[in-house]
């Protein structure tokens, strides 16, 4: 079964800092990995996304990830978080076992509190 | 601006009284998605369409329906509902279905049964 973790319920960081948001995923096939960002009361907004090449990926908002394949992870990283980062992010895993292989799969998701 | 737009934000319906979600997308996409996101959990994939083709997630209610009377609208019907249904209910619209592209989310209706 695919699934996804996010081990961390809350990250808190201080503005100008570096920020990591973890994510390990398990998927039977090649894995597409999805990060997407969500402010209260809104919908989801696409971050960036792994399908194949380079494994560090560069996404919206100075936001990138990084996929390892043999630790089987995607963590969500940004080099000096903004208070404006306070979020709930969901990282996501496409489900090819489901028969039309659209699904996603999203991780319970991470809040990022970022104090100035 | 393209855009995915849900009405109303905020809905309130009673105990086993239907209600209709709805939502439209500028894109022109081919897929359409209906999400169900209960408070405080990810997001759970109800169903989606492909143009007119409709496929359901094998644990969806039958409580849950879904119309796509044409591109660019789409309706989340519940028949009746319970007050396990209250959640936030996202649409979701992508141009294919392969991972190449994304999904667009919209704002969401938040549901509240009383």
């Known amino acids: 079964a695919q699934s996804v973790a996010q081990p961390e319920d809350q990250v808190n960081v201080a503005e100008g800092n570096p920020l990591t948001v973890k994510c390990t995923y398990s998927?039977?096939?090649?894995?597409?990995l999805f990060w997407y960002v969500q402010y209260p009361n809104r919908g989801l907004q696409f971050l960036l996304k792994?399908?194949?090449?380079?494994?560090l990926v560069k996404g919206s908002y100075g936001f990138e990830a990084e996929f390892n394949k043999s630790q089987t992870s995607f963590h969500l990283k940004k080099p000096s978080a903004l208070v404006s980062d306070s979020a709930l992010y969901f990282c996501?895993?496409?489900?090819?076992?489901?028969?039309?292989?659209?699904?996603?799969?999203f991780g319970k998701g991470t809040t990022l509190s970022v104090s100035s | 601006d393209a855009m995915v737009i849900q009405n109303p934000r905020y809905q309130v319906t009673q105990f086993g009284k239907p209600v209709t979600l709805s939502c439209s997308q500028t894109?022109?996409?081919?897929?359409m998605y209906w999400y169900q996101q209960k408070s405080s959990q990810a997001p759970k994939l109800l169903f989606h369409?492909?143009?007119?083709?409709?496929?359901n997630e094998a644990d969806t209610p039958d409580n849950f329906q879904s119309r796509r009377p044409n591109t660019s609208f789409c309706f989340l019907d519940i028949r009746s509902p319970g007050l396990g249904d209250a959640a936030m209910y996202l649409c979701?619209?992508?141009?294919?279905?392969?991972?190449?592209?994304?999904?667009?989310f919209g704002p969401g209706t938040r549901l509240t049964v009383t």
């Open positions: 996501a895993v496409r489900d090819t076992s489901n028969q039309a292989g659209t699904a996603l799969i």
């Open positions: 792994y399908i194949t090449g380079d494994n």
């Open positions: 894109l022109n996409h081919n897929v």
């Open positions: 979701a619209t992508s141009r294919e279905m392969s991972p190449l592209y994304e999904q667009y």
């Open positions: 369409y492909y143009d007119k083709d409709f496929n």
């Open positions: 998927v039977s096939g090649n894995p597409y």
